[in-house]
């Protein structure tokens, strides 16, 4: 099972979720795991019997909430414990220092630090990878309001800025992400019908979705995936 870690205290559930109903559609199976404090994923994802921790199912997407761990997860599951799990890849969305200690942050395949420009959400996303050991590569998922290059820049030196010193390696490459109100209109609107949908959002943010996804699948399958990203635009 491919493990891709997404970090920061910035909100990533919608986002993550968007990127498992591609990966599902295209025949992988996918775990989606809710390590943050919070745990939007127990209050937008549609459930019979919420319980303290579940496992549950939602458009092919299995979403895991309120386990400390993977082996908690195979417990739960009735999985004998040197078993591997039968996913493809999981998604992990962690914000605390014991999500990534707990989960093992340092073995994932991948890891994206997802923030906006807050200081906030930037701070206390460096502070969660400080904990670990050792330092660890990650990608730049980036939020933002800007458009222009200059303005992306500046939002990019900030962060380094911040994240001077600490434990994160950062890989050259950017993803930017508009911090739009039409997409969050659109996200909010999934989550009151309990459906995901792409076909509203913004043309820079479904681009932006179809390069990450790419970059998780380390670029392996892009006719299919660009096939069945049309697919999901036109709610088929």
Same mark, same amino acid.
């Given at each position: 099972?491919?493990?891709?870690?997404?970090?920061?205290?910035?909100?990533?559930?919608?986002?993550?979720?968007?990127?498992?109903?591609?990966?599902?559609?295209?025949?992988?199976?996918?775990?989606?795991?809710?390590?943050?404090?919070?745990?939007?994923?127990?209050?937008?994802?549609?459930?019979?019997?919420?319980?303290?921790?579940?496992?549950?199912?939602?458009?092919?997407?299995?979403?895991?909430?309120?386990?400390?761990?993977?082996?908690?997860?195979?417990?739960?599951?009735?999985?004998?414990?040197?078993?591997?799990?039968?996913?493809?890849?999981?998604?992990?969305?962690?914000?605390?220092?014991?999500?990534?200690?707990?989960?093992?942050?340092?073995?994932?395949?991948?890891?994206?630090?997802?923030?906006?420009? +807050?200081?906030?959400?930037?701070?206390?996303?460096?502070?969660?990878?400080?904990?670990?050991?050792?330092?660890?590569?990650?990608?730049?998922?980036?939020?933002?309001?800007?458009?222009?290059?200059?303005?992306?820049?500046?939002?990019?030196?900030?962060?380094?800025?911040?994240?001077?010193?600490?434990?994160?390696?950062?890989?050259?490459?950017?993803?930017?992400?508009?911090?739009?109100?039409?997409?969050?209109?659109?996200?909010?609107?999934?989550?009151?019908?309990?459906?995901?949908?792409?076909?509203?959002?913004?043309?820079?943010?479904?681009?932006?979705?179809?390069?990450?996804?790419?970059?998780?699948? +380390?670029?392996?399958?892009?006719?299919?995936?660009?096939?069945?990203?049309?697919?999901?635009?036109?709610?088929?």
């Amino acid at each position: 099972m491919k493990k891709i870690g997404f970090i920061g205290a910035f909100d990533k559930t919608d986002l993550i979720i968007c990127i498992a109903k591609i990966l599902t559609e295209m025949g992988n199976q996918v775990l989606v795991v809710d390590g943050t404090l919070t745990q939007k994923a127990k209050y937008i994802v549609p459930v019979i019997k919420p319980s303290k921790s579940y496992v549950t199912s939602y458009e092919g997407i299995d979403i895991a909430v309120g386990f400390e761990n993977f082996n908690s997860i195979k417990q739960f599951l009735a999985m004998p414990q040197m078993l591997d799990f039968n996913y493809d890849i999981s998604l992990i969305d962690l914000d605390t220092i014991e999500g990534v200690q707990n989960f093992e942050l340092e073995n994932f395949e991948k890891n994206y630090f997802v923030t906006s420009n +807050d200081l906030y959400s930037i701070k206390r996303g460096i502070e969660t990878i400080n904990s670990l050991e050792h330092p660890i590569q990650a990608t730049k998922v980036l939020f933002s309001r800007g458009v222009s290059n200059a303005t992306l820049q500046k939002e990019d030196d900030y962060l380094n800025f911040l994240s001077s010193g600490s434990k994160i390696i950062w890989k050259d490459e950017k993803i930017y992400f508009p911090f739009e109100i039409g997409d969050q209109t659109v996200l909010y609107e999934n989550q009151s019908i309990s459906k995901i949908t792409f076909k509203k959002l913004s043309t820079q943010y479904k681009q932006s979705l179809l390069y990450l996804t790419n970059k998780i699948l +380390d670029e392996k399958d892009y006719n299919l995936l660009k096939k069945t990203f049309k697919k999901l635009e036109r709610g088929v």
